[in-house]
């Protein structure tokens, strides 16, 4: 199975800040990556697919980027909604793998 | 609007069995691929398996191959999930997931999901 390594695994981030998440995949994956946000108690919200493909109705301040085995998750202005756990997958292959989230808290 | 709607969960012991269903409606179930995902207590999303569109192919992750049936009923617009033999790990919150198309392995929407804790 393709391994999926975020990092960080916390961030403590102010409004306003600039975030960034990374994945990286343990083999080539090409663009086969998606990100989510989840929030306590809810199911994961689609935000990111073909690593930089914002999926409608996402805002603009998401945005996602990299292929083959390295890949960002950006945040240019954190917003209040915004904090959350943050997660990557691979669908390049099966079994289909998520990282291990990345939790985003207020400092 | 695209719904889904998982129910089933419970409390069931070591080697017993559970059986999930998701009801959908918001779109074309026949045209879609579903899976589902489960997570943990506090852990991180872990993908079951995954059956296409026209039911014809089917995918599992390796822990619950030969335990899980993935199965889907068009007529009832329905997603399912048997789970055999289950076990102390299989313990999470189960969500359904609709594929964003046919085929592409990632997912645009998801239900609520329904707790399974498996336990002596």
């Known amino acids: 199975d393709i391994q999926m390594t975020q990092s960080p695994s916390t961030l403590s981030a102010s409004v306003g800040d600039r975030v960034t998440i990374t994945c990286r995949a343990s083999?080539?994956?090409?663009?086969?990556l998606a990100w989510y946000q989840q929030k306590p108690g809810k199911a994961p919200n689609l935000l990111i697919y073909?690593?930089?493909t914002s999926e409608s109705g996402v805002p603009s301040r998401f945005s996602g980027s990299g292929s083959g085995t390295e890949f960002t998750l950006t945040i240019s202005s954190l917003q209040p909604d915004d904090f959350a756990t943050y997660y990557c997958?691979?669908?390049?292959?099966?079994?289909?793998?998520f990282g291990g989230g990345t939790n985003v808290e207020m400092k | 609007h695209v719904q889904l709607v998982e129910s089933g969960g419970g409390v069931v012991q070591p080697g017993g069995s559970l059986r999930l269903s998701c009801a959908t409606s918001?779109?074309?179930?026949?045209?879609?691929?579903m899976h589902w995902v489960r997570q943990a207590p506090g852990k991180g999303l872990e993908w079951v398996a995954f059956?296409?569109?026209?039911?014809?192919?089917?995918y599992y992750t390796d822990s619950v191959k030969g335990r899980f049936t993935i199965s889907r009923d068009i007529s009832r617009n329905t997603l399912y999930l048997q789970m055999n033999s289950l076990r102390v790990e299989d313990t999470a919150v189960y969500y359904c997931?609709?594929?964003?198309?046919?085929?592409?392995?990632?997912?645009?929407?998801w239900g609520q999901g329904t707790l399974v804790t498996v336990s002596p």
């Open positions: 997931a609709k594929d964003f198309s046919t085929w592409e392995n990632y997912f645009d929407f």
């Open positions: 918001g779109f074309t179930f026949s045209s879609y691929g």
């Open positions: 083999q080539n994956i090409n663009n086969w």
């Open positions: 997958q691979q669908y390049h292959s099966y079994s289909l793998t």
């Open positions: 073909e690593a930089s």
């Open positions: 059956i296409r569109s026209d039911g014809n192919n089917k």
